[in-house]
């Protein structure tokens, strides 16, 4: 006879048994499409689930590698402006042409090309007819080019100087390189589509004359006149002033055959009588004698005579006055 405990146990076993086989151990889908399937239709769900995330992923991952090849492109553009900016900068001023085509180049007046960057045009003389055209130059790849160009059609005495080679080689010029010669100097030399160079020219920058200055010395002797001043413009080659005085006006010519080579001419000044006669004799003559400028600082420039002797030394005092 079965033992009153062990039926007890036995139906407890089966009530357990058939609580447990009513119960899913599986929670039901409550996606649209996923409901009804079992397993199999949450597998599904998730599946799809997954490639939608994964396709969201790869659309933001593209949108930010967009952003930043733009980010690129506008950082590369950037650098190539301020690049360009640089040797623009660099090649700003005026540059004397010293040989064209392997030849010394040669000129009733010197041959030289100024560069004006801010509108990317070039003026400058052949030798014998002014030039002047447009150029377009990359730092990145250091190439340059000349368009535009037009001279003006004076006939020449001499026939042997290089103003056509001077031209030829303007069109012929694709690339440049830029380096520093003896005493410092920057050297431009210009290249055709060969790798021939064409054009060699030396920087010529006198616009550290600009300004207006205070005579300070005379042949070394210190001058005391509080007056005597002369204000100088290179682009416009004039020079006018004080002698302490009379006014005094004259032409200031710069020289592209050599550095800082300068000479005053057509001096002319007023009649007043003057106490101080002596030092404005000695002034005009030194202006006279002057043959190059040296520049001491940004405040102090001198003029040399043929001696090699300092003749004028002069203090800065204001920017060009009118």
Not at 23 to 38: A, L, M, R, V, W
Not at 257 to 276: E, G, H, L, V, W
Not at 296 to 319: C, R, Y
Request: net charge negative.
């Amino acid at each position: 006879m079965m033992n009153r405990n062990n039926v007890m146990i036995a139906a407890l076993g089966l009530a357990m048994l058939f609580g447990a086989s009513s119960c899913s151990i599986f929670k039901p889908s409550t996606d649209s499409e996923g409901s009804g399937k079992g397993i199999q239709g949450w597998i599904e769900t998730g599946k799809e689930d997954t490639k939608a995330i994964s396709d969201k992923t790869k659309n933001e991952a593209k949108k930010v590698e967009k952003k930043t090849d733009n980010a690129i492109t506008e950082v590369k553009e950037k650098l190539e402006e301020i690049a360009n900016s640089q040797v623009n900068g660099t090649l700003d001023g005026d540059w004397a042409i010293e040989s064209v085509l392997g030849k010394k180049a040669v000129g009733e007046t010197a041959p030289f090309i100024k560069f004006v960057p801010e509108q990317n045009r070039i003026f400058g003389n052949n030798g014998c007819n002014i030039i002047n055209g447009f150029f377009k130059s990359s730092f990145a790849d250091k190439t340059i080019s000349f368009n535009q160009l037009a001279t003006t059609m004076m006939l020449c005495g001499d026939s042997n100087i290089t103003d056509a080679e001077i031209g030829e080689a303007l069109g012929l010029t694709v690339r440049y390189t830029m380096e520093n010669g003896k005493d410092s100097e920057s050297i431009l030399k210009f290249y055709d589509a060969g790798g021939r160079e064409v054009m060699q020219l030396m920087h010529r920058d006198f616009h550290f004359l600009d300004g207006t200055w205070a005579v300070v010395a005379i042949d070394g002797e210190t001058v005391n006149i509080k007056d005597m001043k002369i204000a100088l413009d290179v682009d416009e080659k004039k020079m006018h002033g004080n002698t302490g005085c009379n006014i005094i006006n004259g032409e200031l010519e710069t020289d592209m055959d050599a550095a800082n080579s300068i000479s005053f001419s057509k001096i002319a000044m007023t009649r007043m009588a003057c106490p101080n006669s002596g030092w404005e004799t000695r002034m005009t003559m030194a202006l006279e004698e002057a043959i190059t400028a040296e520049k001491i600082s940004a405040d102090e420039i001198a003029f040399i005579g043929s001696n090699g002797q300092q003749v004028m030394l002069l203090k800065k005092t204001s920017p060009i006055e009118d």
